[in-house]
């Protein structure tokens, strides 16, 4: 694929894509999807509010890095494929179109080779053995720990302390909606050094460590058994698990703050368009008096229109800007209104989907009910609207 290539213009609902390595590997995608993932989460009884376990996780994570989906964004040299950033997109908004339980365990997303992120590329070859290589493999997983109660946006209030102690730190501190902490093995901590005014450090913990306690987290309003606490009080973190230089910490942590914001975006136009096809779905064979579909009145099908009006709006602007990031351009300022109306537009979409689908768009344990709570949160989650408003609002003051 040529860099900066932007990915099916045109309005669909199952995407074709003329290059030809990512029009096969999204075919084999789907066709694990919907067959041997779909089979396996029935075979389960895996439902979204699943206390999810490894038992659970790991077959997914093993054979999806047999398939070669697990971590296939990554260098040739661990594994994976060399994707672009617009490759895996497309990849990321397949998956969740897919409307699977466990798709966040096929590209890496829950804990594996994607929650890593970034961090392998500041790694020392001791930690990528120790640590980041087994993630890739699906041997380990790992969850990442910044957030704190009083510590989200403005993560330079965050309380967690590291103190030096000979050859190696002692941490204190709590750190709250650590996704993926329930069944991880370590977790990537960043806390505030407590010698040093204003600096900030990244740590591998390792989550069995004495004075480590990963703690059951709150539940989000999706319902997902998915976060944990990481309560640290005095927990020794040997100097080798040391992420990058002392002080680096938030560099490290926030460093692809702008290619995590893009990259949040094909999840929600993948759920954004899963709702839609269950919707037309919902207009087409549910009856209303007379027996007519319910699509055939002019009401749906008006809202039916502004769905995937908005819908192909958030993917055509989401796909444009991956494009450029691909030609190594700088887009800052994109990436914050692609999260800004990708959460917006997402939101809108799922509030008339929930509409069309009536008393069973209420109900719980309905695709689209549960689908509405994960939209809605995606409105606060990875940066708030308001703070992405910010961000824009900064970039357009620069430019007066």
């Known amino acids: 694929m040529n860099p900066g290539t932007t990915l099916a213009p045109s309005f669909s609902l199952r995407p074709e894509y003329e290059e030809p390595r990512l029009a096969a590997l999204v075919g084999r995608l789907r066709d694990y999807l919907d067959g041997e993932l779909a089979a396996y989460e029935a075979d389960r009884g895996l439902t979204r509010e699943s206390r999810l376990t490894r038992a659970d996780l790991e077959p997914v994570w093993r054979r999806s890095r047999e398939l ?48 890593a992120g970034d961090i392998m590329r500041h790694a020392t070859e001791e930690q990528l053995d120790s640590h980041l290589l087994p993630v890739v493999r699906g041997e380990r997983a790992c969850c990442f720990s910044l957030t704190e109660t009083d510590a989200g946006s403005d993560v330079r209030a965050m309380r967690t302390t590291a103190v030096r102690d000979g050859d190696g730190y002692r941490l204190s501190g709590h750190k709250v909606f650590s996704s993926a902490g329930p069944f991880a093995d370590f977790a990537i901590v960043v806390a505030r050094m407590a010698e040093t005014e204003g600096a900030f450090s990244a740590f591998l913990v390792d989550l069995d460590s004495p004075g480590c306690e990963v703690r059951e987290g709150a539940t989000p309003m999706s319902g997902e058994h998915i976060e944990s606490d990481i309560v640290l009080h005095d927990c020794r973190v040997p100097a080798g698990n040391l ?49 007519r579909p319910l699509g055939s009145l002019q009401a749906i099908q008006h809202q039916l229109a502004d769905m995937a009006t908005e819908f192909y709006a958030a993917r055509a602007m989401t796909y444009a800007a991956l494009a ?32 069309i689908h009536g008393k069973e768009g209420l109900t719980q344990g309905n695709e689209i009910e549960f689908l509405f709570r994960k939209m809605r949160m995606f409105r606060v989650l990875t940066g708030t609207s308001e703070i992405q408003r910010n961000g824009i609002a900064k970039s357009l003051a620069a430019l007066a």
């Open 68 to 115: 070669g989906f697990y971590g296939i964004h990554l260098p040739e040299r661990y594994g994976g494929q060399s994707l672009s950033h617009t490759e895996l997109a497309a990849l990321k908004e397949e998956v969740a179109a897919s409307g699977r339980v466990l798709g966040h365990s096929v590209l890496g997303d829950m804990g594996g080779p994607l929650r």
């Open 243 to 291: 992420l990058g230089k002392e002080g680096e910490g938030l560099r490290i942590a926030l460093g692809r703050v702008t290619v995590n914001r893009l990259l949040h975006c094909p999840t929600a136009l993948g759920a954004t368009r899963r709702a839609l096809r269950l919707t037309l779905d919902r207009a087409r064979d549910r009856t209303v008096a007379g027996g």
């Open 324 to 355: 450029s990031l691909d030609r190594g351009a700088d887009v800052r300022t994109e990436a914050f209104m692609c999260k800004l109306f990708v959460a917006e537009s997402a939101f809108r979409v799922l509030d008339r989907a929930v509409q």
